[in-house]
C-alpha cells in the first residue's frame, strides 16, 4: 500500500495543486477530503492553466478515480460549472466519483456567508463568500442536506423545507433581505440531481478498497494548517481540518493507512484575507514579491499578502501533520532579492519565542526575528539538478531543513509540470 498525503504548510497557496498534478501521474486514485469551492488550486501543462475549485488536482490523469470526500462541503452548481469548463477543453469527468456523505453548499449559505461577513463589518473573517462556514455550521448543528439526500429526493425536499424556514427567518428577522422560495430550490436542484446521481457513491467503501488493493491513492486537502481550525490563527481560519489528521475524518480512513506526508512550503509566506501576519512586507519589496510571484488569488483575484518565510509556522506543520518529506515551491521568485529573510522566532513582551502564540494579540503585536541570508542573484528556472544550484540557494534549502527537521525531497523552480528539481523519488 502507498498513500501520499499533500498539505499546506502555511497559510495556503504553495503551489499544493501543482505537486498533485505531479504525482497524480503515478496514482490509482486522487482524493479530496475537505473545503470546498473556498479553495483554488493552479495546475500549470504545457504552458495552459488550469484553475480547480472543487475538483481534486488528480482530475487531469484520466486514468485515477478522483473523489471528492465526505469531508468535502459541495455547491453542485460551481461543480458542474468546472466539469463543463474541462469538458470544452476535451477532458472528459467520468473517473470522478463523489461522496454520499458530502454536504452540499446550498444558494442559502453563500447568501448568509455574504451577510454576515457585511454585518462583522472591521471585524470580517475575509471569507471568499462562498457559503463554506455557514454549510459547516449546519453540518454541525445538524441541520445540513447532504448528497445522498439527493438519491432519494422525497428526503432532500423533506429537509429542505424544515431547514428552510430556519435559514428564511434569519435572512429576514437579522438582515432584513428576501427570502428564499422553497419550490424554486426544489425546481434547481431537480436539474442538478440528474447530472450527479451516476458520480454518487459509499467513497469510504471505494477508498479503503484501493488501499487494501495496495492502490496508489493521494490525499489532498485545500488551504493549509495556519487555517486549521483548531491550529490556525483562529478566528481568521478556514471551517474544517487541513491537516494530515483531517484526511482521517475526511476520507474515512484509519491512521495505520498513511504512509508518505509531504508539506508543501512556499520560499516565502503568502496569505489573504483578515488576520496577524508577522512576517509581511508593506513596502516595495512585498509588491515586489507580489509581482513576480504573481500572488492573485485563484478565486478570488484579491492580491494576496507577502512577506518573509515564516520558519515557525513551517515548523509547527511539520509537529502536527508529522510531515516525511517537504516540496519547496516558488524559490525562483527569489532569484533576483540580493538579501533575503527568513523569520526565526517572536518577540513577545520581551521574550522569545520560536512557537506560534494562541493568543491572537500577543501572537499580532509581536515583533519577528529574523536570519539574513544572501541572495543568488541568477536565474534557477531552468536548473534540474540539485547539486546545479547556486552555492547559496543551496544554503536556503539546508536551513530550512535543519530549522524543520523535515527532509527536502522536491524544489519547484518555475510553474510548469516540469519545472522541478527532484532530490529524493516521493
Known amino acids: 500500500m502507498s498513500s501520499y498525503v499533500v498539505v499546506g504548510s502555511q497559510w495556503g497557496d504553495e503551489g499544493k495543486g501543482k505537486i498533485v498534478d505531479v504525482l497524480g501521474e503515478k496514482m490509482d486514485m486522487v482524493v479530496r477530503f475537505q473545503g470546498g469551492n473556498n479553495a483554488g488550486h493552479t495546475v500549470v501543462v504545457n504552458g495552459e492553466k488550469t484553475i480547480l475549485h472543487l475538483l481534486p488536482s488528480g482530475i487531469l490523469n484520466q486514468n485515477a478515480i478522483c473523489v471528492i470526500g465526505p469531508g468535502v462541503v459541495v455547491d453542485p452548481f460551481v461543480l458542474l460549472e468546472e466539469i463543463e469548463t474541462l469538458n470544452k477543453r476535451g477532458l472528459n469527468c467520468d473517473h470522478l466519483r463523489i461522496s454520499d456523505r458530502a454536504h452540499l453548499i446550498m444558494p442559502y449559505h453563500v447568501k448568509l456567508d455574504e451577510l454576515q461577513e457585511q454585518k462583522l463589518a472591521n471585524n470580517k473573517i475575509g471569507t471568499t463568500k462562498r457559503g463554506i462556514g455557514p454549510c459547516y455550521a449546519d453540518k454541525y448543528t445538524r441541520i445540513g442536506l447532504r448528497v445522498c439526500d439527493l438519491v432519494d429526493f422525497d428526503i432532500f425536499k423533506e429537509r429542505l423545507a424544515t431547514t428552510l424556514k430556519i435559514k428564511n427567518e434569519q435572512i429576514i428577522k437579522l438582515y432584513d433581505e428576501k427570502p428564499f422560495d422553497y419550490d424554486e430550490l426544489v425546481s434547481k436542484f431537480e436539474v442538478v440531481r440528474e447530472k450527479l446521481l451516476p458520480m454518487i457513491t459509499d467513497s469510504v467503501e471505494l477508498v479503503n478498497k484501493y488501499l487494501d488493493a495496495d492502490k496508489n491513492v493521494l490525499f489532498e486537502g485545500a488551504q493549509a494548517n495556519m487555517l486549521d481550525i483548531n491550529y490556525g490563527t483562529y478566528p481568521y481560519v478556514t471551517s474544517s481540518s487541513p491537516t494530515s489528521a483531517g484526511v482521517c475524518e475526511g476520507a474515512g480512513v484509519s491512521p495505520k493507512k498513511l504512509d508518505t506526508i509531504i508539506g508543501v512550503v512556499k520560499a516565502y509566506s503568502t496569505r489573504v484575507g483578515e488576520g496577524p501576519f508577522v512576517s509581511e512586507l508593506l513596502n516595495d519589496m512585498g509588491e515586489h514579491i507580489r509581482k513576480v510571484g504573481a500572488e492573485y488569488g485563484a478565486t478570488t483575484g484579491r492580491p494576496r499578502r507577502c512577506g518573509w518565510l515564516d520558519l515557525c509556522v513551517v515548523k509547527q506543520a511539520a509537529i502536527i501533520n508529522g510531515l516525511t518529506d517537504l516540496v519547496i515551491t ?85 510553474p510548469d509540470r516540469e519545472n522541478n528539481i527532484i532530490i529524493n523519488e516521493l
Do not use: H
Open 330 to 414: 516558488k524559490i525562483d521568485v527569489l532569484s533576483d532579492i540580493e538579501k533575503i529573510k527568513v523569520l526565526v522566532g517572536y518577540e513577545v513582551n520581551g521574550k522569545q519565542y520560536d512557537y506560534i502564540p494562541a493568543s491572537l494579540k500577543d501572537y499580532g503585536n509581536s515583533k519577528a526575528i529574523y536570519k539574513e541570508f544572501d541572495g543568488w542573484m541568477c536565474d534557477i528556472t531552468k536548473v534540474r539538478k540539485y547539486d546545479d544550484l547556486p552555492a547559496n540557494c543551496k544554503k536556503y534549502l539546508k536551513f530550512i531543513e535543519e530549522y524543520t527537521k523535515t527532509r527536502i525531497s522536491l524544489v519547484s523552480v518555475g
